[in-house]
Every structure is written in C-alpha cells, then in structure tokens.
C-alpha cells in the first residue's frame, strides 16, 4: 500500500527538519563519521527501513562493513569503535529510548567525558532529528534504494 509523500504535502515542514540535518551535518564539529553512525543506530533501533538503507550506504562511503555489520551489537565490540564512538552510541540508545532509559546519569556522565557542552548538546540534536525523521519515514513506509 502507497502511503502518504509526508515531504510533498508539508514542505515547509520538510524544510524545517532538513535545516537540522543540515546544521548537524555542516555547521557542528561532531565527526562525519560519528555522526552516521548515530543516525544510523536511531534509525536501527526505530525500525526505519528507508533511513537504515540510507545511512548504510553513507557509511560504506567511509566505514568498514564490519562495523557497519556490527553496529547494532557496538557495545559487545570494543576494538571496532573509539571511547567517543562508544559514549555516543550509549547518549544515542539513551535519548532514543527515553521513556524507558529516562536518559540516566550514568550515559550523561560518560557522554559528558567525550564531548564539549557544544558538542554534546549537538549530538543530542542530532538523535532528536533523526527520531524525528524515524517517525515520519516509518509510518509513511519511505522507500528504500536496495533492489536486490
């Protein structure tokens, strides 16, 4: 079943949420990189088919498969992901899951340790648009590129 083009029928709104991806992804410190892997883990842990084709495929841009592969399990794999990777993916299933998690101290603390007010407040941003495009690409069942 076709489902509504939620970017055709409120394109200011579209606009608006494309201006805190494009904050996030030009105007912020926070590394390329990480910052994929985190929309990625949103979109894993919200079930969003489109955004996880999609950051998928930005991350093998620069990314090993294996991490990409192993994303979901990031916590059972130190060697693959840096100390800032790790308290950023923890601040990502914390925020993501706030209603259960109610982002406790101790994701705070170890986030905190990693990155700058700035930066923190920004990759909490970051979780939040992508939660937010989750909830609009989930339920409107976006398309995905993958063919085969």
């Not at 939620?6 to 805190?20: M, V």
């Not at 990189?33 to 998928?56: K, T």
């Not at 601040?91 to 706030?98: K, L, R, S």
Request: glycine letters at 2%.
């Amino acid at each position: 079943m076709t489902r509504l083009n939620w970017q055709e029928i409120a394109p200011d709104g579209a606009k608006a949420l494309f201006g805190i991806y494009h904050y996030i992804t030009h105007k912020t410190n926070l590394p390329e990189e990480l910052v994929h892997l985190v929309f990625l883990r949103v979109s894993q842990i919200n079930g969003c088919a489109h955004c996880i084709d999609m950051h998928s495929r930005d991350l093998r841009k620069t990314t090993s498969i294996d991490k990409i592969t192993l994303l979901p399990v990031w916590d059972e794999v130190h060697s693959l992901f840096s100390e800032q990777e790790r308290a950023a993916l923890a601040w990502t299933e914390e925020v993501t899951n706030v209603s259960e998690t109610h982002a406790s101290d101790e994701a705070y603390t170890l986030a905190s340790a990693y990155f700058t007010p700035k930066d923190l407040v920004d990759l909490t941003i970051a979780i939040a648009a992508m939660n937010a495009f989750n909830r609009l690409g989930a339920p409107f069942r976006l398309p995905v590129a993958a063919t085969s």
